[in-house]
């Protein structure tokens, strides 16, 4: 089956500045996450949809970050404005439901100079 | 909410050898424990998973156990090999509604031919 699918792969913006991440799930999968890994670190979640509900938007920060899932199926990540402190990887993932295999795609490595 | 700590950061074998990660975790109601390997540059992929009904699971040269009562989970690579370096992620999953995934911090694994 295909994966899950995200672009761009690699973004440099100044601060200040917007960006848009997209991301399409695995067919199927009712459950997708957003998730940022700053180097070194673990993948923390910023939001997870339940179709195109959200159900946990707890650690994501709202003054600045937004996210959609029109459609319950692909979905946009959004920053404005960018902070220096944004730099990461923005990882998508998709599971079939709660509770199961949680799939990543590549990611989005997300510069901010 | 859940807290996931992991030990050690770094782990350094020569091939061959055993190696073991172990995480923790916060809340008692947590059910669901995966294993994510990640290597440089790439996306997490899950390796093996762990239930709160079952104490043990093998894959091969992977195993990883979970100790409830204590609430902490390990992994164990047997006859480990180059190839199986890598960053390697534990997680922890709430049993309430549409529950999220909680990573540690990661593991650095280093193996020497």
């Known amino acids: 089956e295909a994966g899950v699918a995200q672009s761009p792969r690699y973004k440099i913006i100044e601060k200040r500045q917007s960006v848009a991440f997209w991301c399409n799930p695995i067919?199927?999968?009712?459950?997708l996450y957003w998730y940022q890994q700053i180097l070194g670190q673990g993948p923390k979640l910023l939001i997870q949809?339940?179709?195109?509900?959200?159900?946990?938007d707890s650690q994501l920060p709202k003054d600045r970050f937004s996210a959609e899932r029109l459609k319950g199926v692909d979905s946009t990540l959004k920053i404005q404005p960018a902070k220096l402190e944004d730099s990461a990887v923005y990882l998508c993932?998709?599971?079939?439901?709660?509770?199961?295999?949680?799939?990543f795609g590549q990611g989005t490595r997300l510069t901010v100079v | 909410g859940e807290n996931v700590e992991q030990h050690p950061s770094t782990l350094s074998v020569q091939e061959g050898d055993s190696a073991v990660i172990k995480c923790t975790y916060s809340?008692?109601?947590?059910?669901?424990f995966p294993w994510y390997k990640q290597e440089l540059g790439k996306r997490p992929q899950l390796i093996i998973d762990i239930r709160s009904n079952v104490g043990e699971k093998k894959d091969q040269r992977i195993a990883v156990t979970l100790n409830k009562t204590a609430k902490h989970f390990s992994l164990h690579i047997t006859e480990t090999q180059p190839e199986d370096s890598a960053v390697y992620f534990c997680a922890a999953s709430l049993n309430s509604g549409y529950s999220t995934l909680t990573f540690g911090k990661g593991t650095m694994l280093l193996v020497s031919p």
């Open positions: 993932a998709s599971s079939r439901d709660k509770n199961t295999e949680a799939f």
């Open positions: 067919s199927g999968h009712a459950t």
């Open positions: 809340d008692s109601a947590s059910n669901y």
């Open positions: 949809f339940q179709n195109n509900g959200v159900v946990d």
